[in-house]
């Protein structure tokens, strides 16, 4: 292993190119749908669609930086191999950054407490003192900063170390990391409390940072599986991944798909049995009406169906079958967003516009061309990474 | 009594191959089940994950016990629950009804772990065939070597293959670094 260097693994020959027209031919797909919501659809409708689907793409990035974070912080082979993925990912935050705008332009469309009837509104005068238009904007940017912040400095280390194969870099990047995971699990709680939470001010849910996090996290798995098992295909990472790799990540997929599972339950659990009226319309406007059949797809098709199918162990040893399933899951991961956001502004039941559809397609063909322009720039594997040389020899323990 | 040496070779359990490495044993192992023996078993000081694909062609048994055990402690955990709030003392607590599923997830759940839990245990201890106070390999001297630093691989004298000199020569030409008879 003395002799890899980052040449080693460069990505030259690899199916980037064809990810990369995936996501190009998926952005214009989307934008072209755009155009034809406009024609048979509102600018609110607009908006509230752009939401879920920054919600979602915007979770991938996040993910990316905690399963990183985490990584640098506990080691493992798993994380060599989906290292240079998850930095690809977590890169996007600048860009996915000034995507935000649109949603600060269509806030008015989002969130009730912007409008001047919350201020004659009992609850919602109360919550001013948080949910006010300058507040919430200095609150964007710094969760934003924070986030470009952090993953630029890891994944500049990372190259660094690429290069260098500093011992120091490894130490900062595990220093940055420990304070790097409560600073996550911090300004993403409010992140999420302040874009998908307060679409309905009424309500709360003090679970709701955590369901966010937890979901964020099986998305970038699932998105990562399914970069990975494309990479694993040809050269340079064909001689390198194996049915372990996918075996572990397998098993993370699982994991976090019960942990979504298990903190989706809570929350409907303890509203359930207190039976609140300041808290349960939340579940009575997905249940009283047509919106009870997505909730039924949520429990069987986001948890229920993976679920079972994961169980096996020999689905998880098999790249393929488990792309499918990953793909599946960032399918179901969509759905949940729209489950959590679409009700709120059609109390009356299931209601579809073509940018429910156009805009996870568009915001996604952004993203994936970024991500593939950064993954392109540098070696598929970390490769003076102390832990590179075990995450490949798997013969013997 | 004196035994013949018939007798002999029948009380023999097998032949058994010394190495100096897990992947010295992988290899050996390789050879031995490419050769057409059966009965072979290898006892290493580490686990060797691949080990188990080459010798045991068959696919345990435990995951099967393991499922059917947790959804066995899924349905007492369930059935416990709603004899007891909708059969045996049925009580109106907040208008909630008496089957109230939602609440009875969480327990049977915790069942559910537990009893899978207790499968995947008992199930390991009962396939391994333990508590087995006797077994043949102790009575070579050297296996102790086992739990340091070597590797041994066993042909048993059940497999019909199995023939003691030509297997001992076999087991030699797999680079094994020593060679001994198994007593029963």
């Given at each position: 292993?003395?002799t ?5 693994f460069?990505a ?24 034809a919501?406009?024609m ?12 879920v689907a ?9 993910g990316?930086l905690?399963?990183?974070?985490v ?9 060599v191999?989906l ?26 469309s989002?969130?009730e ?18 949910l ?27 190259l660094?170390h ?5 011992p ?37 849910s003090?679970?709701?940072g ?12 699932a ?25 572990d ?17 809570s ?28 909730s039924?797809f ?12 994961l ?10 079958k ?19 956001v ?20 568009a915001?996604?063909?952004?993203f ?9 720039g ?6 003076n ?12 323990h | 009594?004196?035994?013949s ?18 992947q010295?044993l ?20 580490v ?11 068959k696919?345990?048994k ?18 416990l ?8 003392f ?16 969480v ?51 059940a ?10 020569e ?10 001994y008879?198994?007593?029963?």
């Amino acid at each position: 292993m003395s002799t890899v260097t980052s040449e080693t693994f460069a990505a030259g020959g690899s199916p980037l190119p064809g990810m990369k027209q995936f996501g190009l031919m998926a952005g214009v797909l989307g934008v072209v749908l755009i155009g034809a919501g406009f024609m048979t659809s509102s600018l609110d409708r607009f908006y509230q669609a752009y939401l879920v689907a920054y919600t979602f793409w915007m979770g991938v990035a996040l993910g990316s930086l905690a399963l990183l974070m985490v990584q640098h912080l506990t080691g493992g082979a798993w994380g060599v191999v989906l290292r240079r993925p998850l930095e690809a990912a977590v890169r996007t935050i600048p860009f996915m950054a000034v995507l935000f705008l649109p949603i600060v332009f269509g806030m008015h469309s989002l969130y009730e407490w912007t409008h001047e009837s919350a201020a004659s509104d009992p609850v919602l005068v109360l919550k001013a003192g948080y949910l006010n238009t300058p507040f919430f904007l200095v609150r964007q940017a710094i969760y934003f900063v924070l986030w470009s912040g952090m993953g630029y400095l890891l994944t500049s280390w990372s190259l660094e170390h690429d290069r260098t194969g500093d011992p120091a870099l490894v130490d900062k990047m595990a220093r940055l990391s420990g304070a790097g995971l409560v600073i996550y699990f911090l300004s993403v709680t409010f992140a999420m409390v302040d874009w998908t939470m307060s679409v309905n001010p009424h309500w709360f849910s003090t679970i709701w940072g955590m369901l966010y996090i937890g979901g964020q996290a099986l998305s970038a798995f699932a998105f990562g599986i399914t970069v990975l098992v494309m990479l694993s295909q040809t050269a340079p990472l064909n001689r390198v991944l194996s049915t372990h790799h996918f075996h572990d990540l397998g098993k993370f997929l699982f994991a976090f798909l019960m942990m979504w599972a298990y903190l989706s339950f809570s929350q409907f659990l303890i509203i359930w049995s207190a039976n609140l009226p300041e808290e349960i319309p939340h579940y009575l406007v997905r249940w009283d009406n047509s919106w009870k059949y997505l909730s039924a797809f949520i429990v069987v098709g986001h948890f229920i169906v993976p679920y079972s199918l994961l169980l096996s162990r020999d689905l998880k040893k098999n790249s393929a079958k488990l792309r499918v399933v990953a793909i599946w899951i960032i399918l179901a991961r969509i759905a949940d967003y729209y489950w959590h956001v679409a009700p709120e502004f059609h109390k009356d039941g299931f209601s579809f516009s073509v940018f429910d559809v156009a805009l996870p397609l568009a915001l996604g063909g952004i993203f994936i061309s970024i991500f593939v322009s950064q993954l392109a720039g540098r070696s598929l594997l970390p490769v003076n990474d102390a832990g590179l040389e075990k995450a490949l020899t798997h013969h013997v323990h | 009594m004196t035994m013949s040496t018939n007798e002999t070779a029948q009380r023999l359990h097998g032949v058994m191959a010394e190495f100096d490495s897990a992947q010295e044993l992988v290899d050996a192992a390789r050879q031995t089940m490419a050769h057409g023996f059966t009965k072979v078993e290898a006892y290493s000081p580490v686990p060797i994950e691949e080990l188990n694909d080459i010798i045991h062609k068959k696919r345990t048994k435990l995951s099967q016990i393991v499922l059917a055990g947790g959804l066995a402690g899924m349905a007492t955990g369930f059935g416990l629950q709603y004899w007891a709030s909708v059969i045996e003392f049925p009580m109106n607590i907040g208008g909630r009804p008496q089957a109230s599923w939602t609440t009875f997830i969480v327990p049977s759940y915790e069942l559910t772990i537990l009893f899978a839990a207790l499968s995947a245990a008992i199930g390991m201890i009962v396939l391994n065939g333990l508590p087995q106070p006797y077994h043949a390999v102790f009575n070579v001297d050297r296996f102790s070597m086992a739990s340091s630093d070597k590797f041994f691989l066993v042909v048993e004298s059940a497999d019909p293959k199995f023939d003691q000199p030509v297997t001992a020569e076999f087991l030699r030409s797999t680079g094994a670094k020593g060679v001994y008879d198994v007593d029963e």
